[in-house]
Protein backbone atom coordinates (compact mmCIF):
# COMPACT_ATOMS: atom_id res chain seq x y z
CA UNK A 1 0.00 0.00 0.00
CA UNK A 2 1.35 3.51 -0.93
CA UNK A 3 1.67 5.94 1.91
CA UNK A 4 0.66 9.44 1.19
CA UNK A 5 3.73 11.82 0.73
CA UNK A 6 3.74 14.68 2.58
CA UNK A 7 4.14 17.17 -0.45
CA UNK A 8 0.19 15.58 -1.41
CA UNK A 9 -0.71 16.26 1.81
CA UNK A 10 0.31 12.92 4.00
CA UNK A 11 1.79 12.87 7.03
CA UNK A 12 5.82 14.20 7.41
CA UNK A 13 8.37 11.75 8.33
CA UNK A 14 10.37 14.15 10.49
CA UNK A 15 8.44 15.82 12.72
CA UNK A 16 11.52 16.73 15.38
CA UNK A 17 12.45 20.63 14.50
CA UNK A 18 15.73 21.91 15.25
CA UNK A 19 17.40 18.66 15.42
CA UNK A 20 21.16 19.60 16.30
CA UNK A 21 21.68 20.32 19.82
CA UNK A 22 25.70 20.94 20.13
CA UNK A 23 26.56 24.90 21.45
CA UNK A 24 29.51 26.68 21.22
CA UNK A 25 31.00 27.48 24.53
CA UNK A 26 30.03 31.40 23.54
CA UNK A 27 31.26 32.11 27.23
CA UNK A 28 34.85 30.78 27.28
CA UNK A 29 35.24 32.68 23.51
CA UNK A 30 34.21 35.58 25.61
CA UNK A 31 36.70 35.11 28.10
CA UNK A 32 39.60 34.85 25.92
CA UNK A 33 39.01 37.77 23.76
CA UNK A 34 38.39 39.78 26.99
CA UNK A 35 41.40 38.63 28.03
CA UNK A 36 43.73 39.65 25.02
CA UNK A 37 41.47 43.28 25.15
CA UNK A 38 42.78 43.77 28.88
CA UNK A 39 46.18 43.18 28.39
CA UNK A 40 46.06 45.22 24.61
CA UNK A 41 47.47 42.02 22.75
CA UNK A 42 45.66 43.02 19.74
CA UNK A 43 48.45 42.67 17.61
CA UNK A 44 51.62 40.64 16.96
CA UNK A 45 52.90 36.91 16.15
CA UNK A 46 55.38 34.98 16.73
CA UNK A 47 55.05 35.49 20.53
CA UNK A 48 51.99 34.86 23.07
CA UNK A 49 48.92 33.53 22.30
CA UNK A 50 49.21 33.27 19.00
CA UNK A 51 52.37 31.09 19.41
CA UNK A 52 50.82 28.69 21.79
CA UNK A 53 48.05 28.28 19.79
CA UNK A 54 50.62 27.61 16.77
CA UNK A 55 52.59 25.07 19.00
CA UNK A 56 49.07 23.59 19.98
CA UNK A 57 48.25 22.94 16.49
CA UNK A 58 51.82 21.79 15.60
CA UNK A 59 51.26 19.49 18.40
CA UNK A 60 48.13 17.97 17.33
CA UNK A 61 48.19 17.32 13.72
CA UNK A 62 52.25 16.36 14.58
CA UNK A 63 54.12 18.86 12.46
CA UNK A 64 56.87 20.66 12.67
CA UNK A 65 56.32 24.00 11.63
CA UNK A 66 52.76 25.92 11.62
CA UNK A 67 52.25 29.71 11.13
CA UNK A 68 49.04 31.48 11.24
CA UNK A 69 47.76 33.59 8.44
CA UNK A 70 45.13 36.53 8.10
CA UNK A 71 42.79 33.79 5.84
CA UNK A 72 43.06 30.37 4.37
CA UNK A 73 43.23 31.53 0.67
CA UNK A 74 46.52 34.35 1.84
CA UNK A 75 48.11 30.92 3.66
CA UNK A 76 47.44 28.92 0.79
CA UNK A 77 49.24 31.99 -1.68
CA UNK A 78 51.71 31.38 0.91
CA UNK A 79 52.07 27.34 0.76
CA UNK A 80 52.44 27.78 -3.14
CA UNK A 81 55.22 30.49 -2.68
CA UNK A 82 56.79 27.95 0.10
CA UNK A 83 57.31 25.67 -2.62
CA UNK A 84 58.55 28.00 -5.42
CA UNK A 85 55.36 28.54 -7.60
CA UNK A 86 55.84 31.66 -9.67
CA UNK A 87 55.63 33.28 -13.26
CA UNK A 88 54.91 31.49 -15.84
CA UNK A 89 54.45 28.13 -13.86
CA UNK A 90 51.17 25.65 -13.83
CA UNK A 91 49.40 24.26 -10.61
CA UNK A 92 47.25 21.81 -11.26
CA UNK A 93 43.88 22.17 -9.55
CA UNK A 94 40.40 19.97 -9.57
CA UNK A 95 37.71 22.09 -11.57
CA UNK A 96 34.80 21.12 -8.45
CA UNK A 97 36.96 23.63 -6.18
CA UNK A 98 36.66 26.74 -4.92
CA UNK A 99 38.35 30.42 -6.22
CA UNK A 100 39.58 30.93 -2.46
CA UNK A 101 41.69 27.94 -3.11
CA UNK A 102 43.46 28.75 -5.78
CA UNK A 103 43.45 32.46 -6.21
CA UNK A 104 47.40 32.47 -4.86
CA UNK A 105 48.58 30.63 -7.91
CA UNK A 106 47.07 33.49 -10.99
CA UNK A 107 48.39 36.26 -7.64
CA UNK A 108 51.92 34.48 -7.96
CA UNK A 109 51.55 35.05 -11.89
CA UNK A 110 51.17 31.07 -12.78
CA UNK A 111 48.26 29.45 -14.53
CA UNK A 112 45.42 27.48 -12.59
CA UNK A 113 45.50 23.68 -15.02
CA UNK A 114 42.08 21.92 -14.24
CA UNK A 115 42.03 18.62 -13.42
CA UNK A 116 38.54 16.29 -12.97
CA UNK A 117 37.17 15.02 -9.74
CA UNK A 118 36.83 10.70 -8.69
CA UNK A 119 33.78 10.11 -9.28
CA UNK A 120 33.01 8.22 -6.38
CA UNK A 121 34.41 10.51 -3.79
CA UNK A 122 34.07 14.13 -5.60
CA UNK A 123 37.65 14.96 -4.83
CA UNK A 124 40.33 15.54 -7.34
CA UNK A 125 41.13 12.74 -9.31
CA UNK A 126 45.08 11.58 -8.94
CA UNK A 127 45.60 10.20 -12.05
CA UNK A 128 43.17 13.17 -14.31
CA UNK A 129 46.10 15.35 -12.71
CA UNK A 130 48.71 13.56 -13.69
CA UNK A 131 47.81 13.08 -17.22
CA UNK A 132 48.02 17.05 -17.10
CA UNK A 133 51.85 17.87 -16.16
CA UNK A 134 53.96 19.54 -17.83
CA UNK A 135 57.65 20.93 -17.50
CA UNK A 136 55.78 24.00 -16.42
CA UNK A 137 53.60 22.14 -13.38
CA UNK A 138 55.72 23.23 -10.29
CA UNK A 139 52.54 21.88 -7.95
CA UNK A 140 49.46 20.06 -7.79
CA UNK A 141 46.57 21.71 -4.94
CA UNK A 142 44.47 18.40 -4.08
CA UNK A 143 41.15 19.65 -2.12
CA UNK A 144 40.39 17.64 1.13
CA UNK A 145 36.47 18.85 0.47
CA UNK A 146 34.32 18.69 3.66
CA UNK A 147 37.47 17.19 5.37
CA UNK A 148 37.25 14.09 3.17
CA UNK A 149 40.86 13.56 2.80
CA UNK A 150 42.15 12.87 -1.32
CA UNK A 151 43.82 10.13 -1.99
CA UNK A 152 47.23 11.20 -0.61
CA UNK A 153 48.88 8.20 -1.24
CA UNK A 154 48.70 8.37 -4.89
CA UNK A 155 49.56 12.13 -4.81
CA UNK A 156 52.47 11.99 -2.54
CA UNK A 157 53.63 9.58 -4.86
CA UNK A 158 53.29 11.35 -8.18
CA UNK A 159 54.93 14.36 -6.33
CA UNK A 160 57.82 11.89 -6.01
CA UNK A 161 57.91 10.55 -9.05
CA UNK A 162 57.23 14.00 -11.21
CA UNK A 163 59.40 16.38 -9.15
CA UNK A 164 55.82 18.53 -8.15
CA UNK A 165 55.06 20.01 -4.69
CA UNK A 166 51.90 18.83 -3.70
CA UNK A 167 50.21 21.89 -1.98
CA UNK A 168 46.91 20.43 0.03
CA UNK A 169 43.73 22.21 0.56
CA UNK A 170 42.86 21.84 3.84
CA UNK A 171 40.82 24.07 4.60
CA UNK A 172 37.71 21.51 5.56
CA UNK A 173 40.18 19.42 6.87
CA UNK A 174 41.38 20.19 10.76
CA UNK A 175 41.41 16.92 12.52
CA UNK A 176 40.83 14.42 9.34
CA UNK A 177 42.60 11.41 8.96
CA UNK A 178 44.94 9.84 6.68
CA UNK A 179 46.32 6.22 7.13
CA UNK A 180 46.26 7.01 10.81
CA UNK A 181 47.61 10.35 10.68
CA UNK A 182 46.30 13.75 10.62
CA UNK A 183 46.57 15.73 7.56
CA UNK A 184 49.31 18.61 8.18
CA UNK A 185 51.65 16.02 9.95
CA UNK A 186 52.72 14.69 6.85
CA UNK A 187 53.35 15.38 2.77
CA UNK A 188 54.50 18.63 1.64
CA UNK A 189 52.69 21.67 3.02
CA UNK A 190 48.90 22.24 3.98
CA UNK A 191 46.47 25.08 4.10
CA UNK A 192 43.27 24.93 6.53
CA UNK A 193 41.11 28.64 6.93
CA UNK A 194 40.11 29.67 10.00
CA UNK A 195 36.98 31.09 8.64
CA UNK A 196 33.29 31.37 9.70
CA UNK A 197 31.67 30.48 13.14
CA UNK A 198 30.47 27.33 14.33
CA UNK A 199 27.72 25.93 13.45
CA UNK A 200 28.46 26.65 9.75
CA UNK A 201 32.05 27.69 10.12
CA UNK A 202 35.37 25.89 9.04
CA UNK A 203 35.81 22.67 11.62
CA UNK A 204 38.18 25.60 13.92
CA UNK A 205 36.88 28.68 13.36
CA UNK A 206 37.67 32.31 14.71
CA UNK A 207 36.21 34.83 12.21
CA UNK A 208 38.99 34.86 9.78
CA UNK A 209 42.10 33.28 9.83
CA UNK A 210 44.34 30.73 8.34
CA UNK A 211 47.03 28.47 9.31
CA UNK A 212 49.94 26.45 7.19
CA UNK A 213 51.66 23.33 8.41
CA UNK A 214 54.98 21.74 7.02
CA UNK A 215 58.10 19.32 8.35
CA UNK A 216 60.00 21.36 5.57
CA UNK A 217 62.06 23.77 6.91
CA UNK A 218 63.18 25.10 3.58
CA UNK A 219 59.15 26.03 2.61
CA UNK A 220 58.75 27.53 6.81
CA UNK A 221 61.28 29.74 6.19
CA UNK A 222 60.04 31.03 2.61
CA UNK A 223 56.33 31.39 4.34
CA UNK A 224 58.09 33.36 6.71
CA UNK A 225 60.18 35.75 4.23
CA UNK A 226 57.04 35.93 2.06
CA UNK A 227 54.31 37.25 4.38
CA UNK A 228 55.66 37.45 8.51
CA UNK A 229 56.80 41.12 8.29
CA UNK A 230 58.25 41.47 12.02
CA UNK A 231 57.35 38.85 13.70
CA UNK A 232 58.61 38.28 16.70
CA UNK A 233 62.31 36.63 16.70
CA UNK A 234 62.01 36.24 13.00
CA UNK A 235 65.61 37.33 11.97
CA UNK A 236 67.41 34.76 14.21
CA UNK A 237 64.68 32.21 12.67
CA UNK A 238 66.06 32.09 9.11
CA UNK A 239 69.02 29.93 8.50
CA UNK A 240 68.84 30.12 4.70
CA UNK A 241 71.78 32.31 4.38
CA UNK A 242 69.65 34.11 1.49
CA UNK A 243 66.75 34.31 3.80
CA UNK A 244 69.54 35.70 6.26
CA UNK A 245 70.58 38.62 4.82
CA UNK A 246 67.70 40.21 5.43
CA UNK A 247 66.17 42.44 7.91
CA UNK A 248 62.68 41.77 10.05
CA UNK A 249 60.80 43.67 7.75
CA UNK A 250 61.57 40.70 5.31
CA UNK A 251 59.71 40.96 1.81
CA UNK A 252 57.03 43.62 2.78
CA UNK A 253 54.02 41.40 3.16
CA UNK A 254 51.97 41.15 6.84
CA UNK A 255 49.66 38.56 6.40
CA UNK A 256 49.63 37.48 10.33
CA UNK A 257 46.22 36.37 11.85
CA UNK A 258 44.37 39.02 14.55
CA UNK A 259 44.95 37.87 17.71
CA UNK A 260 40.89 38.24 18.43
CA UNK A 261 40.44 35.87 16.10
CA UNK A 262 42.90 33.26 16.82
CA UNK A 263 41.46 33.38 20.61
CA UNK A 264 38.43 32.11 19.49
CA UNK A 265 40.07 29.84 17.17
CA UNK A 266 41.88 28.29 20.04
CA UNK A 267 38.49 27.81 21.87
CA UNK A 268 36.98 25.96 19.04
CA UNK A 269 40.09 23.69 18.37
CA UNK A 270 39.42 22.32 22.16
CA UNK A 271 36.10 20.51 20.97
CA UNK A 272 37.37 19.66 17.62
CA UNK A 273 38.21 15.86 18.17
CA UNK A 274 34.84 15.41 20.15
CA UNK A 275 32.91 17.10 17.10
CA UNK A 276 34.66 15.22 14.33
CA UNK A 277 34.08 12.12 16.16
CA UNK A 278 30.50 12.87 16.87
CA UNK A 279 29.92 13.92 12.61
CA UNK A 280 31.47 11.01 11.59
CA UNK A 281 29.64 8.71 14.11
CA UNK A 282 26.71 10.58 12.78
CA UNK A 283 27.22 10.00 9.07
CA UNK A 284 28.23 6.19 9.61
CA UNK A 285 24.63 5.56 11.54
CA UNK A 286 22.60 7.63 8.85
CA UNK A 287 24.43 6.26 5.66
CA UNK A 288 23.69 2.46 7.20
CA UNK A 289 20.35 3.86 7.11
CA UNK A 290 19.94 4.87 3.59
CA UNK A 291 22.77 3.03 1.88
CA UNK A 292 20.52 0.00 0.04
CA UNK A 293 17.85 2.39 -1.11
CA UNK A 294 17.45 2.86 -4.66
CA UNK A 295 17.80 6.57 -6.56
CA UNK A 296 20.58 7.92 -3.60
CA UNK A 297 24.31 6.91 -3.09
CA UNK A 298 25.95 8.22 -0.38
CA UNK A 299 29.63 9.93 -1.12
CA UNK A 300 31.95 7.67 1.14
CA UNK A 301 35.54 8.95 2.24
CA UNK A 302 37.97 6.83 0.86
CA UNK A 303 39.16 3.35 2.56
CA UNK A 304 42.06 5.02 4.73
CA UNK A 305 40.48 7.74 6.14
CA UNK A 306 36.99 8.39 8.52
CA UNK A 307 36.75 11.74 8.25
CA UNK A 308 33.92 13.72 6.29
CA UNK A 309 30.98 16.44 6.94
CA UNK A 310 33.33 18.62 8.91
CA UNK A 311 32.08 21.56 6.97
CA UNK A 312 29.58 22.22 4.63
CA UNK A 313 27.85 18.74 5.27
CA UNK A 314 27.38 14.99 3.53
CA UNK A 315 26.83 14.17 -0.04
CA UNK A 316 24.80 12.10 -2.09
CA UNK A 317 24.64 11.69 -5.71
CA UNK A 318 20.87 11.30 -6.98
CA UNK A 319 20.61 8.43 -9.73
CA UNK A 320 17.22 9.05 -11.76
CA UNK A 321 17.64 6.34 -13.49
CA UNK A 322 16.54 4.23 -10.27
CA UNK A 323 13.75 6.59 -10.07
CA UNK A 324 11.76 6.20 -12.89
CA UNK A 325 13.57 9.17 -14.47
CA UNK A 326 11.96 11.29 -11.77
CA UNK A 327 14.22 14.63 -11.67
CA UNK A 328 16.27 15.88 -8.75
CA UNK A 329 14.48 19.05 -8.06
CA UNK A 330 11.47 17.14 -7.19
CA UNK A 331 13.00 14.64 -5.24
CA UNK A 332 14.32 17.47 -3.20
CA UNK A 333 11.25 19.22 -2.90
CA UNK A 334 9.16 15.88 -1.73
CA UNK A 335 12.21 15.28 0.92
CA UNK A 336 11.77 18.92 1.99
CA UNK A 337 7.79 18.58 2.35
CA UNK A 338 8.87 15.61 4.90
CA UNK A 339 10.99 18.04 7.05
CA UNK A 340 13.76 16.39 6.04
CA UNK A 341 16.60 19.17 4.89
CA UNK A 342 18.41 18.05 1.82
CA UNK A 343 19.23 20.83 -0.43
CA UNK A 344 20.23 20.59 -4.00
CA UNK A 345 20.87 19.60 -6.62
CA UNK A 346 24.61 20.77 -7.00
CA UNK A 347 28.31 20.79 -7.08
CA UNK A 348 29.25 25.00 -5.87
CA UNK A 349 30.92 26.20 -8.93
CA UNK A 350 32.91 24.73 -11.99
CA UNK A 351 35.80 26.66 -11.90
CA UNK A 352 36.73 25.94 -15.46
CA UNK A 353 33.41 27.43 -16.53
CA UNK A 354 34.40 31.06 -14.94
CA UNK A 355 34.53 33.88 -16.93
CA UNK A 356 37.99 34.27 -16.49
CA UNK A 357 38.81 30.41 -17.72
CA UNK A 358 36.16 30.59 -20.42
CA UNK A 359 37.26 34.18 -21.97
CA UNK A 360 40.70 34.55 -20.55
CA UNK A 361 41.54 37.75 -18.35
CA UNK A 362 44.22 40.34 -18.66
CA UNK A 363 45.00 40.10 -15.04
CA UNK A 364 47.90 42.99 -14.93
CA UNK A 365 47.06 44.24 -18.31
CA UNK A 366 49.16 45.09 -21.66
CA UNK A 367 49.07 41.27 -22.27
CA UNK A 368 50.97 40.58 -19.55
CA UNK A 369 49.51 37.68 -16.36
CA UNK A 370 49.02 33.73 -16.68
CA UNK A 371 45.35 34.49 -18.41
CA UNK A 372 46.92 36.61 -21.47
CA UNK A 373 48.38 35.86 -25.16
CA UNK A 374 48.42 31.76 -25.12
CA UNK A 375 45.91 31.16 -22.76
CA UNK A 376 43.67 28.80 -24.47
CA UNK A 377 40.28 29.10 -22.77
CA UNK A 378 38.10 26.33 -21.45
CA UNK A 379 34.69 25.09 -22.63
CA UNK A 380 31.48 23.34 -21.58
CA UNK A 381 32.50 19.64 -22.19
CA UNK A 382 36.19 19.78 -20.86
CA UNK A 383 35.89 17.62 -17.56
CA UNK A 384 33.15 15.10 -18.26
CA UNK A 385 33.11 13.71 -14.60
CA UNK A 386 32.46 16.79 -12.59
CA UNK A 387 30.18 18.12 -15.40
CA UNK A 388 27.92 15.15 -15.38
CA UNK A 389 28.25 14.99 -11.42
CA UNK A 390 27.02 18.79 -11.38
CA UNK A 391 23.55 18.14 -11.24
CA UNK A 392 23.32 15.10 -9.42
CA UNK A 393 24.85 15.89 -6.21
CA UNK A 394 22.59 16.64 -3.11
CA UNK A 395 23.79 17.99 0.18
CA UNK A 396 22.33 16.58 4.20
CA UNK A 397 23.74 18.66 7.21
CA UNK A 398 26.44 16.68 9.04
CA UNK A 399 25.28 16.58 12.45
CA UNK A 400 27.10 16.55 16.36
CA UNK A 401 24.68 16.32 18.75
CA UNK A 402 21.48 15.62 16.92
CA UNK A 403 17.89 14.92 18.93
CA UNK A 404 17.11 11.42 19.63
CA UNK A 405 14.90 9.98 16.87
CA UNK A 406 16.23 12.78 14.39
CA UNK A 407 18.13 10.54 12.66
CA UNK A 408 15.85 7.58 12.37
CA UNK A 409 13.20 10.19 10.91
CA UNK A 410 15.91 11.67 8.39
CA UNK A 411 16.25 7.71 7.34
CA UNK A 412 12.58 7.18 6.99
CA UNK A 413 12.02 10.61 4.94
CA UNK A 414 14.75 8.65 2.35
CA UNK A 415 13.06 5.27 2.76
CA UNK A 416 9.39 6.88 2.15
CA UNK A 417 10.10 9.20 -0.84
CA UNK A 418 12.39 6.90 -2.85
CA UNK A 419 9.34 3.98 -2.23
CA UNK A 420 6.88 6.44 -3.26
CA UNK A 421 9.09 7.75 -5.87
CA UNK A 422 5.81 6.59 -8.31
CA UNK A 423 3.51 9.10 -6.80
CA UNK A 424 6.10 12.42 -8.11
CA UNK A 425 6.68 11.12 -11.64
CA UNK A 426 4.35 13.16 -14.34
CA UNK A 427 3.05 16.04 -12.00
C1 LIG B 1 38.06 24.67 -0.19
C2 LIG B 1 38.44 26.04 0.32
N1 LIG B 1 39.68 26.45 0.13
C3 LIG B 1 40.10 27.65 0.58
C4 LIG B 1 39.25 28.50 1.24
C5 LIG B 1 39.75 29.85 1.64
O1 LIG B 1 39.67 30.11 3.00
P1 LIG B 1 39.40 31.55 3.56
O2 LIG B 1 37.96 31.87 3.36
O3 LIG B 1 39.79 31.46 4.99
O4 LIG B 1 40.29 32.47 2.78
C6 LIG B 1 37.93 28.09 1.48
C7 LIG B 1 36.97 28.97 2.18
O5 LIG B 1 35.79 28.74 2.24
C8 LIG B 1 37.51 26.84 1.00
O6 LIG B 1 36.25 26.41 1.15
Not at 301 to 316: F, H, N, Q, V
Not at 405 to 415: C, N, S
Amino acid sequence: MSEKLAIHGGPKAVTIAAPEQWQRPVEEEKKAVVELVEQGFLSGSGTGMPKEFEDEFARFVGAKFCLTVSQGSSGLMSALYAVGVGPGDEVIVPTAGYLGSYCGVLHLGARPVFCDIDPKTLLTDPKDAERRITPRTRAILPIHLCGRVADMDAFLDIGQRRGVAIVEDAAHAHGSDWDGKRIGGFGDIQGFSLQGIDLGGKPVSGGEGGIVTTNNREYYERQLIYCHLHREGIVKELTNPLYKELDSEVLGLKWRAHPLALALARVAQKSLPYRNGRRIENRIKLFDAIRRLPGIQPVEPYAKSRADGLYGGLKLIYKPEELGGLPAAKFVAAMKAEGAPVSGPGIGHLEHLRTIFTKGFDLWGRGRGPLGKDFKPYKRGDFPVAEGLAQRVLTIPSYIEPKDGFLDQFAEAFRKVTANYGALLGA
